[in-house]
C-alpha cells in the first residue's frame, strides 16, 4: 500500500476518535500488529501555528508511533499550509485534512463537513497544502452533507486534481450521524470517481470479515477502523492475517486482554502523569471490558481511581469476582460469553436484535 510517496507495511489505517486515538492507544494498536498507518485526534490549525500548549500535547509522538498521520482542520488556507510546514518539520508522515467532522462550531467557520459543500474552494485550500510540503496530503470525509448533497464523488475527483494523495472515507451522510447502516455502493461510488488515487473505506469495521466485504464490494484500497479498535486492538493485526491467508485467528483470551488493559495504563501514564492517566481511564477501562463477559463490578470501580495502586486494587477484586462466571477449564460459561459486534452492513435482514456498534458518550457523540 503506498500513499504517494509513503510506503506503507499494511492498508490497515486507525481512524482518529478524538479523546481517545491519542499517543497510548496508538502504541497498544501497533504493538499488537497490523496498523499500517495511524493518525492522531484532529487538532486546530491555527492553534498549532500558535505552538499552543494542548496543540503539541494532541501531536505529541515517539519512536513506537510510526509512521503518523496528523490530522487537522481549518478553513484559512494560510494557516492550513503553515500548520503543515510545521507538522512535515516535526517528521509527520503525512498530513490529513479534516473534512467530515460534524461539531456546529466547527463547521459554521467552513470547516469540517462543511468542506463538503463547497468543492472549488476545498480543492484550492488543499492544493495549498500540496505545493507546501513534501509529505503526502490526504483528506477524510463522509458522503455529503445529507441524503440530497452525496458530494464525496465529485470532491474526491477535484482533491485528486488538486494533488490530494488519498482519500478516507466514512460511508454515511453527515445528517446520518452514526444511525443506520454504512453504505458500501456509496464509498465505491468514489472508488469509481478518481483516476489513481488510493480510497479507503472507513465505518463500522469490527471483524475481519467485515473489512473483506468493504473490500470486495467497493474495490476500496484499504480500511480505516476506529471504534472496532477501540474494542479490540487486535483487529488490525487479525484483519490483515485474514485478508493474507483467509484464516481466522482466535479472540486473544482474557488474560491477554487485561495484559493489554494493563499497558495502556502504563502507557498513559508516562505520557499523561499518573494523577490525569487514572482521570482518562475512567472512561477508557470499559471499552476493555466489553470483551470480558460481565464487568459491572469492575465498571462501577474503575471509574473512581486515583491512581495505579488503585487500579491494581480494583482489578483483583474484580479478578476474584469473575470466578463465579466461569467453567472448570476457567472459560467464561456459554451464557455469560460477550455477543459479536456486527458492522452494520453485515447485518441479516430482518434481525431483531443487530449488533449495532455503539458510540462514546461525550460531547464528541455526534460524530
Ligand atoms: C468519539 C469519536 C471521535 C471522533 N473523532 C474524529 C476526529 O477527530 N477526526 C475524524 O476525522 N473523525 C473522527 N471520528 C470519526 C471516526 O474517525 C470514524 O470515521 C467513525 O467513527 C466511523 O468509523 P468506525 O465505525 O470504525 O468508528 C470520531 C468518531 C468518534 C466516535
Known sequence: MQIGSLKLTSNLFLSPLAGYTNLPFRIVARELGGVGLATTDLVNARSLVERKAKALKLIESSDADRPLAVQIFGSVPEEMRDAAIYLASTGAASVDINMGCPVGKVCRTGSGSAMMTELERTASLAHTLVEAVKIPVTAKMRLGWDDANITAPDLARALEDAGVAAIFIHGRTRQQGFSGTVNLSGIRAVVDAVKEMPVIGNGDVTTPEAARKMIDDTGCAGVSIGRGAFYNPWIFQHTAHFLATGELLPEPSFSERVRVMSRHLDLMVQVFGES????????????????????????????????????????????????????????????FRPAPLVASFMEEPGTLHPGHLPVPKGPVDVW
Open 276 to 335: 490525569q492517566a487514572c482521570r482518562m481511564f475512567r472512561k477508557v477501562a470499559p471499552w476493555h471490558a466489553k470483551r470480558f463477559g460481565p464487568a459491572h463490578e469492575f465498571n462501577k470501580r474503575v471509574v473512581r481511581i486515583s491512581s495505579r495502586a488503585e487500579f491494581e486494587d480494583v482489578l483483583e477484586n474484580y479478578l476474584r469476582w469473575r470466578q463465579q462466571f466461569l467453567d472448570d477449564q476457567g472459560e467464561l460459561k456459554p451464557r
